[in-house]
């Protein structure tokens, strides 16, 4: 089944420990990209890659890293989490960047930062 | 100012009726328009795509965009139980760098038996 993986689920940590967001898919897509989403904020973007080795800052980059050593993963590390990144978290990935290549996603990551 | 605003909601409607939902948008750059949508502890899944401004149909979901208005519309004919999600509309347009997507902040939705 063609799918978007994130782990894990559900994950309480404390300020400061760093943590890693892992997300893998399945369909060979070229993009991927990492977003939260807030009530009352929507969907922001936070890294995007278009490429292995190619990643890009989006819309609300700070105290986020990611990496893509390989076209399948696209993990999202927070090297010291803070309460105000409680959120929830979203993987998506697309055949390519064009504007007529959906976006599928995981089921989210939900992050508290205590 | 918000580039893309959508009605949070909550919209209650009965079983069977026709829903109508909405975004304004003000960056006339937008190009590509799409309806999202969301159930609980879900990720959100493309529902419509549309380029140009007019209708269009995909079963009992029409949508719909107005460019000099800079207004799109979602409308769902027969509603069902099933269709109560959080709906997302979202645009984007090309740049140098790659597509620039902008989501709206939802509208949720409750369809009543």
């Known amino acids: 089944e063609a799918q978007v993986t994130q782990n894990p689920r559900y994950l309480i940590t404390v300020t400061g420990k760093k943590l890693t967001v892992t997300c893998s898919q399945n369909m060979n897509h070229e993009y991927m990209s990492w977003y939260r989403q807030d009530p009352g904020l929507g969907l922001r973007q936070i890294y995007y890659s278009m490429n292995v080795e190619v990643t890009d800052k989006g819309d609300v980059p700070e105290g986020y890293k990611v990496s893509r050593k390989e076209k399948r993963n696209f993990p999202l590390i927070l090297e010291s989490p803070s309460p105000n990144q409680t959120s929830l978290y979203f993987c998506a990935s697309s055949r390519w960047t064009g504007s007529n290549s959906p976006l599928h996603f995981g089921n989210g990551t939900r992050l508290t930062v205590t | 100012q918000k580039e893309v605003e959508q009605d949070p909601g909550p919209l209650s409607v009965p079983e069977g009726a026709i829903v109508s939902l909405n975004c304004t948008y003000s960056n006339s750059a937008f190009q590509y328009f799409m309806w999202y949508r969301q159930y609980s502890r879900k990720g959100p899944e493309l529902l419509m795509y549309?380029?140009?401004?007019g209708n269009k149909e995909d079963g009992r979901f029409t949508a719909q965009v107005d460019k000099s208005s800079k207004y799109i519309s979602l409308f769902i004919r027969d509603s069902q139980p099933s269709d109560s999600a959080t709906y997302l509309c979202?645009?984007?347009?090309?740049?140098?760098?790659?597509?620039?997507?902008?989501f709206g902040t939802g509208t949720q939705l409750k369809v009543e038996l």
């Open positions: 979202a645009m984007s347009y090309l740049t140098g760098g790659g597509n620039k997507l902008t």
């Open positions: 549309t380029y140009s401004s």
